[in-house]
């Protein structure tokens, strides 16, 4: 038997690798389906935009795609402790919250890998090649990642009934994605508010993408904002998240 | 000093309760009341059914022994652990198939039993080879390898049972796990459930099945409205009832000397060997069938709650 941290790291993969890996094998449609928004936004930005916009829409579909996955993690856990009481089987092992979170939210990493690896690749086609790019978007991708899934679970056990979960997925994925400065530059906002656009993970990943991509010069205080909102955000809901697992109901 | 040294002694030889719960109430936050001091204890190695019907407080029971809620009051100890301080310790020791639960229904059979071991903290070669016992124990293995959505209902209660078993959990908490199976199905439950308990399992069954108690049941709990209303082993819960036979009449009789008790159109009154002619008599003459049984837990349900338990919702 494995004990401590090993046997935790061993579960959080177990459920990536049944929430994530066999469902990709097996339904690989859900990838076509998050995948249509954003090859449909860049499609649009390539016909009708220029090549800055072509970068942008690039960027915002990577955004995106993590976006939408991290979200969908609200209707998996509410899946799984309302319906099929999959939580409750856990909750009687030795597995701990935070690695049934961490599972379930790398396996929607793991889902969103295909649409990641397009849109990455179409960026790198694109010109987006520069060392200081990638390690921004490597960056900003996983705090994206994590935001949108601990704000997805932490969501998630708030609802009784999954009949109100799945639009609220995709509610949340289409208003984080599409509202703040992720499509369009944090530039049009007034000088002086564009901090505004941080006030979100994806808008503030966007913002710090757009700058080092050298697509925008946002200012210094809208930059300083944008990492430090981007790492607050992280830290803050993967925290309220491993609070808010109803491991024990009262 | 010697006597507190015997005194010690003697604890430490005495049969220790696998699982022991007193006092325990559940009031929830919309103020039903669940769960009314029950107290009961399972000594190790024994499979004990829980009975009773819908809504008498079996699920909240289980929840709260399993560390999944609560309890407003009173304390649940599993192998001398307190469930509500020691959660941890506890969840090391036991497995559990929710009431209403299914697997995961994109895998496989095999890929969930194993998964589910993987996560317990067994080793890869480990999991596997438990997996494919426990998927042949439960009579699973023709459909090891097809996805669990193209299962029936009762081939998926099966594969969330053989995942519980195949834990090696010391105590097993299983809320209603052949709800919904056919006969030949819980048969297949039943046959796993006694081969886990010869292997020295303690279980807890929650059932609303007179015939899988009686059939499996070392001990029978039987709860109504949140208070257990007996406890004991399946043939003192027999005697308990007081009389051998009974004769059901489909239809209202009275007969001078015999107590009768009325349900749903069918009088039933309580023999022993030797009495009861009357009755017979009595019911052919009004031209009502009847039927002599020999009496059952049912009786003991009966007798003690005024209804039959396949009555609840």
Same mark, same amino acid.
């Given at each position: 038997?494995?004990?401590?941290?090993?046997?935790?790291?061993?579960?959080?993969?177990?459920?990536?690798?049944?929430?994530?890996?066999?469902?990709?094998?097996?339904?690989?449609?859900?990838?076509?389906?998050?995948?249509?928004?954003?090859?449909?936004?860049?499609?649009?930005?390539?016909?009708?935009?220029?090549?800055?916009?072509?970068?942008?829409?690039?960027?915002?579909?990577?955004?995106?795609?993590?976006?939408?996955?991290?979200?969908?993690?609200?209707?998996?856990?509410?899946?799984?402790?309302?319906?099929?009481?999959?939580?409750?089987?856990?909750?009687?092992?030795?597995?701990?919250?935070?690695?049934?979170?961490?599972?379930?939210?790398?396996?929607?990493?793991?889902?969103?890998?295909?649409?990641?690896?397009?849109?990455?690749?179409?960026?790198?086609?694109?010109?987006?090649?520069?060392?200081?790019?990638?390690?921004?978007?490597?960056?900003?991708?996983?705090?994206?990642?994590?935001?949108?899934?601990?704000?997805?679970?932490?969501?998630?056990?708030?609802?009784?009934?999954?009949?109100?979960?799945?639009?609220?997925?995709?509610?949340?994925?289409?208003?984080?994605?599409?509202?703040?400065?992720?499509?369009?530059?944090?530039?049009?906002?007034?000088?002086?508010?564009?901090?505004?656009?941080?006030?979100?993970?994806?808008?503030?990943?966007?913002?710090?993408?757009?700058?080092?991509?050298?697509?925008?010069?946002?200012?210094?205080?809208?930059?300083?904002?944008?990492?430090?909102?981007?790492?607050?955000?992280?830290?803050?809901?993967?925290?309220?998240?491993?609070?808010?697992?109803?491991?024990?109901?009262? | 000093?010697?006597?507190?040294?015997?005194?010690?002694?003697?604890?430490?030889?005495?049969?220790?309760?696998?699982?022991?719960?007193?006092?325990?109430?559940?009031?929830?936050?919309?103020?039903?009341?669940?769960?009314?001091?029950?107290?009961?204890? #399972?000594?190790?190695?024994? $499979?004990?059914?829980?009975? %009773? *019907?819908?809504? /008498?407080? !079996?699920?909240?029971?289980?929840?709260? =022994?399993?560390?999944?809620?609560?309890?407003?009051?009173?304390?649940?100890?599993?192998?001398?652990?307190?469930?509500?301080?020691?959660?941890?310790?506890?969840?090391?020791?036991?497995?559990?198939?929710?009431?209403?639960?299914?697997?995961?229904?994109?895998?496989?059979?095999?890929?969930? #039993?194993?998964?589910?071991? $993987?996560?317990?903290?067994? %080793? *890869?070669?480990? /999991?596997? !080879?438990?997996?494919?016992?426990?998927? =042949?124990?439960?009579?699973?293995?023709?459909?090891?390898?097809?996805?669990?959505?193209?299962?029936?209902?009762?081939?998926?209660?099966?594969?969330?049972?053989?995942?519980?078993?195949?834990?090696?959990?010391?105590?097993?908490?299983?809320?209603?796990?052949?709800?919904?199976?056919?006969?030949?199905?819980?048969?297949?439950?039943?046959?796993?459930?006694?081969?886990?308990?010869?292997?020295?399992?303690?279980?807890?069954?929650?059932?609303?099945?007179?015939?899988?108690?009686?059939?499996?049941?070392?001990?029978?709990?039987?709860?109504?409205?949140?208070?257990?209303?007996?406890?004991?082993?399946?043939?003192?819960?027999?005697?308990?009832?007081?009389?051998?036979?009974?004769?059901?009449?489909?239809?209202?009789?009275?007969?001078?000397?015999?107590?009768?008790?009325?349900?749903?159109?069918?009088?039933?009154?309580?023999?022993?060997?030797?009495?009861?002619?009357?009755?017979?008599?009595?019911?052919?003459?009004?031209?009502?069938?009847?039927?002599?049984?020999?009496?059952?837990?049912?009786?003991?349900?009966?007798?003690?709650?005024?209804?039959?338990?396949?009555?609840?919702?």
């Amino acid at each position: 038997m494995r004990k401590g941290i090993r046997r935790q790291a061993v579960a959080s993969l177990t459920i990536a690798w049944v929430n994530g890996l066999v469902v990709l094998k097996r339904a690989p449609l859900w990838v076509v389906s998050y995948l249509l928004m954003p090859l449909a936004l860049l499609f649009f930005f390539r016909i009708h935009g220029n090549v800055a916009m072509m970068k942008m829409a690039l960027i915002g579909g990577i955004i995106m795609v993590a976006t939408s996955n991290g979200i969908s993690i609200l209707g998996d856990a509410a899946w799984f402790r309302i319906y099929v009481k999959y939580q409750d089987l856990l909750v009687a092992t030795p597995i701990r919250p935070v690695s049934y979170v961490m599972g379930l939210s790398l396996s929607m990493f793991v889902f969103a890998s295909p649409g990641l690896s397009l849109f990455i690749a179409l960026a790198s086609l694109a010109g987006l090649t520069t060392f200081e790019f990638a390690l921004a978007l490597a960056a900003c991708t996983i705090a994206v990642w994590i935001s949108s899934s601990m704000i997805g679970f932490a969501i998630s056990t708030l609802f009784k009934s999954l009949r109100h979960v799945w639009p609220m997925a995709s509610i949340l994925s289409l208003v984080l994605s599409l509202l703040p400065p992720i499509y369009y530059p944090a530039t049009v906002l007034p000088r002086g508010l564009q901090w505004i656009g941080a006030l979100v993970p994806t808008g503030a990943a966007a913002m710090i993408l757009h700058h080092v991509a050298g697509l925008i010069e946002v200012e210094a205080t809208a930059l300083t904002t944008s990492i430090a909102s981007l790492i607050a955000y992280t830290a803050t809901l993967s925290l309220l998240s491993s609070l808010k697992v109803r491991w024990r109901e009262e | 000093m010697v006597f507190i040294f015997a005194l010690k002694l003697l604890k430490g030889l005495a049969v220790v309760g696998a699982v022991v719960s007193k006092g325990v109430w559940k009031k929830y936050k919309n103020g039903v009341v669940a769960l009314k001091g029950v107290s009961f204890s #399972v000594e190790k190695g024994r $499979l004990v059914a829980l009975l %009773g *019907r819908n809504g /008498a407080g !079996k699920t909240t029971w289980v929840r709260i =022994a399993s560390t999944q809620l609560l309890p407003t009051q009173g304390t649940v100890e599993v192998l001398g652990l307190d469930v509500v301080t020691d959660p941890w310790e506890v969840r090391e020791l036991i497995a559990m198939v929710p009431q209403e639960g299914f697997p995961l229904d994109i895998l496989t059979p095999f890929e969930f #039993v194993y998964s589910y071991l $993987l996560i317990r903290g067994y %080793g *890869r070669s480990e /999991a596997k !080879k438990l997996a494919r016992e426990h998927l =042949a124990i439960l009579e699973l293995e023709p459909y090891a390898k097809r996805t669990i959505s193209e299962l029936s209902g009762g081939l998926k209660k099966r594969v969330l049972v053989a995942a519980v078993l195949a834990s090696g959990a010391e105590v097993l908490f299983l809320d209603e796990p052949t709800v919904g199976l056919d006969p030949l199905a819980r048969r297949s439950v039943w046959r796993a459930l006694k081969e886990a308990k010869r292997a020295g399992g303690t279980m807890l069954l929650t059932t609303h099945y007179m015939d899988e108690a009686e059939s499996l049941a070392d001990e029978v709990v039987i709860v109504h409205e949140g208070q257990v209303l007996f406890s004991g082993t399946v043939e003192e819960g027999r005697r308990a009832v007081g009389r051998e036979f009974k004769v059901e009449v489909y239809g209202d009789l009275d007969v001078e000397g015999y107590e009768a008790l009325r349900l749903r159109g069918v009088t039933i009154f309580y023999v022993n060997e030797g009495e009861g002619d009357e009755v017979l008599k009595k019911a052919m003459a009004r031209g009502y069938e009847s039927v002599v049984k020999p009496t059952s837990l049912e009786d003991l349900f009966i007798k003690l709650t005024g209804e039959r338990i396949e009555e609840g919702d």
